[in-house]
């Protein structure tokens, strides 16, 4: 039997639980996935430094060994972690705002960035926090990736076009796209147009060809994902051949060979200041985007994710990345499905990437001098395009108008006034919407199916109720922000012509009562207590009364606590010999 410190051990290093089962097997569907993953992410990782506005190396470098750090704090078995669209153009606002021009204090500034993510992110995981992200709802999570990917898009026209163009928001892009459109370089513009064409036509024609040439399905879907390699390599050959670097047409250039410098972080206070909101902010969305794809993933396995533990392999990556050179990383959407699909078996998977990355770094860098920077924002723009959907717009309308104004207000003020502002926005919409919709909680006045124990809502089915009875059910915990609807709904109730004697509060979906609740409660007590009438509850939960018998509602309640709501109809209901009292309502269904 493990001994309790040994458990510990493997909560905070799941590392333990897996490679204890760790055979040839798995070593070899892993060491198969990473060689595809590294395919992938080698021209991904270049693309996202430079829509980070970083040196190309640095993608390479936040792509080892932060994948080291997941594979040993991480409990995903299929996420690869490693430079996303989202958080690079995250990075690039917020390195941006600093005024840098030094590319040495810029690379400073997006490890220090990475720094303090990773501890934030550790922190939330050791304190098990992980539910904070909860309060960023799905639906404003997708408004913010969608204007984002619009804004990531339209920023890589400048290297399409190769022009210059600036903003952190589309207004000023848009702005600065058509002051200087006429400067074109026609050579880097057919780049840019051909390969993202081509890179187009992989993503929706290459598996089907492939497939016709008699290649298996899944081989077919495999080679179709690493499509962004051969239009690396032929623009890059095109580029050499054609001595393009000197015609206008701007190129990777010399990218250090050498695994990743041993970094360290500014300890600048007033850079740690100025860095502090953005970084949380980047830990946020990189939380919430790798633990859904994570999340989804297990699910195909039956197997499960610890979020909480999520926290502290994403912290850990992301202290890795600062102190090798890199940047923030988060779990990538797409090249964890190619790993999931070429069936990486455990996080061993992004170790193996590592090394591969590692070896590219020693042996390859000086082979894509002549890339051109065309190429690898069409593969940006072909990546972020598919994050881009607009029919949230459309179910959000249709399901919730409260959810609908969330995610317009996010996209919104996303494209108009940059990552920073919208992403801010989505978190305190989020947390709005939830205190808008708790605040006023359904209540529905309830009666007595005939024939049963069951109540139901007045105003849905045809039930009994009685003139002097009112019974009312609460579908929403009781707290600071609800407590006063509550109150107020009651009072407006039973002040009416009818003869209301007692008043049953229902509290079956009633999971907590905080202090303000109850100090509303016992303030409705006493005012009902002035009117004549009682007031009861029913349907308590344990946990709840458990909090109740600590304080003096009950010592001083004018009614009773049921067991059942029945239990309360029953006993509350005017005796046989008093018809007068009684009276039974059929009410037409709404």
């Known amino acids: 039997m493990a001994s309790p410190i040994l458990n510990r051990f493997k909560q905070y290093l799941p590392i333990l639980t897996w490679a204890k089962t760790y055979d040839r097997n798995t070593a070899t569907s892993d060491l198969v996935a990473a060689v595809i993953v590294t395919v992938m992410l080698i021209p991904q990782s270049l693309a996202y430094a430079l829509l980070a506005g970083l ?72 304190l098990r926090l992980g539910f904070l992200a909860n309060f960023l709802s799905h639906p404003v999570i997708a408004g913010f990736i969608t204007a984002s990917g619009i804004l990531i898009a339209v920023s890589q026209l400048k290297h399409i076009f190769g022009i210059k163009l600036s903003g952190d928001n589309l207004p000023e892009q848009i702005a600065t796209f058509f002051e200087h459109v006429g400067e074109t370089n026609l050579i880097t513009l057919a780049i840019g147009v051909a390969a993202t064409a081509f890179l187009f036509w992989v993503r929706k024609g290459l598996k089907p060809l492939l497939i016709r040439s008699g290649m298996k399905p899944r081989l077919a879907d495999i080679s179709a994902k690493a499509g962004p390699v051969a239009a690396v390599v032929v623009t890059t050959l095109i580029a050499w051949g054609f001595g393009l670097s000197d015609r206008g047409v701007k190129v990777v250039g010399d990218i250090p060979m050498g695994l990743p410098p041993l970094t360290m972080p500014s300890v600048s206070p007033s850079l740690w200041s100025q860095l502090f909101v953005p970084a949380l902010l980047i830990s946020i969305i990189g939380f919430v985007e790798s633990v859904s794809v994570a999340k989804t993933l297990a699910a195909k396995r039956r197997q499960r994710i610890s979020p909480d533990q999520e926290l502290i392999g994403l912290g850990t990556s992301n202290i890795a990345a600062a102190v090798s050179g890199g940047y923030p990383v988060t779990g990538g959407f797409s090249r964890s499905v190619v790993n999931f699909d070429a069936g990486a078996e455990t996080p061993a998977a992004g170790a193996y990437t590592a090394v591969g990355i590692g070896l590219a770094t020693l042996l390859l860098t000086p082979l894509i001098y002549f890339l051109p920077n065309a190429t690898l924002a069409a593969t940006i723009i072909v990546a972020v395009l598919s994050l881009v959907d607009f029919s949230i717009l459309r179910t959000a309308w249709g399901y919730s108008k409260v959810d609908f104004v969330a995610v317009a207000a996010t996209i919104l003020l996303t494209l108009g006034f940059g990552v920073e502002a919208g992403v801010s926005a989505g978190v305190l919409l989020s947390i709005g919407l939830h205190l808008y919709k708790t605040s006023r909680p359904h209540i529905a006045e309830v009666g007595l199916v005939p024939g049963t124990e069951h109540f139901r809502n007045i105003k849905r089915h045809k039930v009994e109720t009685k003139a002097h009875l009112v019974t009312l059910r609460v579908d929403e915990s009781l707290y600071f922000a609800n407590a006063s609807f509550l109150e107020d709904y009651i009072l407006g109730r039973v002040t009416c012509d009818q003869p209301i004697k007692e008043v049953v509060l229902q509290m079956t979906a009633v999971n907590e009562v905080d202090l303000s609740a109850l100090e509303t409660l016992e303030e409705l007590n006493h005012r009902l207590k002035d009117m004549g009438i009682r007031l009861h509850l029913s349907e308590v939960k344990g946990p709840v009364m458990d909090r109740l018998k600590r304080s003096d509602l009950l010592d001083h309640l004018t009614g009773k606590v049921y067991l059942s709501q029945y239990n309360a109809w029953k006993e509350l209901s005017p005796a046989p010999q008093d018809p007068a009292a009684e009276r039974t309502s059929k009410a037409n269904a709404a």
Not at 71 to 80: I, K, M, P, Q
Not at 97 to 115: E, K, R, Y
């Open 55 to 126: 040196p190309a190396e640095m993608g390479l470098y936040a792509s080892i060994l932060p994948l080291v750090a997941y594979a040993v704090f991480g409990t995903s078995r299929a996420l690869a972690v490693g430079p996303v669209a989202v958080v690079s153009l995250m990075t690039a606002a917020a390195v941006g705002n600093l005024g840098l021009s030094d590319p040495l204090q810029i690379a400073v500034a997006a490890g220090t960035l990475a720094f303090i993510s990773g501890l934030i992110l550790t922190v939330l995981g050791v």
